[in-house]
């Protein structure tokens, strides 16, 4: 079974049904799916978000977030050590957010789904 961390931007996809949601689940369908806890609070920034510009859609999207936070879901969630986040971090120049989903696929031997610009060009420079 393949291994996978998801970071915010394919699991606010595939839960939220973006454009890219049928591609991301394809790729998630099979799959062992890893996370660190902070994509749930993630995840709940984007749903207020869209809240906010959708308010009709409000109860959607609730049911939306749950849904994709069920436990249900399958979805385990660990977190990487937080000195490993902070050297990859320093390192790589990304956030503390983003450097935590490279540091748990490392730590996984896992791939790392995103649609991330920026994440992605750090995964391809650990990569080389």
Same mark, same amino acid.
């Given at each position: ?5 998801? /970071? ?7 839960? !939220?049904?973006?454009? /890219?949601?049928?591609? %991301? ?8 799916? !890893? *996370? #660190?806890?902070?994509?749930?609070? &993630? ?15 409000? #109860? &959607? ?14 979805? *385990? %969630?660990?977190? #990487? /050590? ?32 995103? *649609?991330?610009?920026?994440? &992605?060009? *750090?995964? /391809?420079? !650990?990569?080389?």
């Amino acid at each position: 079974m393949t291994r996978v961390v998801v /970071d915010a931007s394919v699991l606010a996809a595939v839960t !939220f049904g973006e454009p /890219d949601a049928a591609g %991301w689940s394809a790729r998630l369908d099979g799959a062992a799916v !890893f *996370a #660190p806890k902070l994509l749930q609070y &993630e995840l709940l920034s984007v749903a207020r978000k869209k809240c906010r510009q959708l308010p009709r859609r409000t #109860p &959607e999207i609730l049911a939306a977030l749950a849904a994709a936070l069920d436990p249900a879901q399958g979805i *385990a %969630w660990l977190d #990487p /050590d937080p000195a490993d986040v902070l050297l990859v971090a320093n390192a790589t120049g990304l956030t503390t957010y983003d450097a935590s989903y490279l540091c748990l696929a490392g730590m996984l031997s896992a791939d790392l789904l995103t *649609a991330d610009r920026t994440l &992605e060009a *750090a995964l /391809d420079q !650990f990569s080389a």
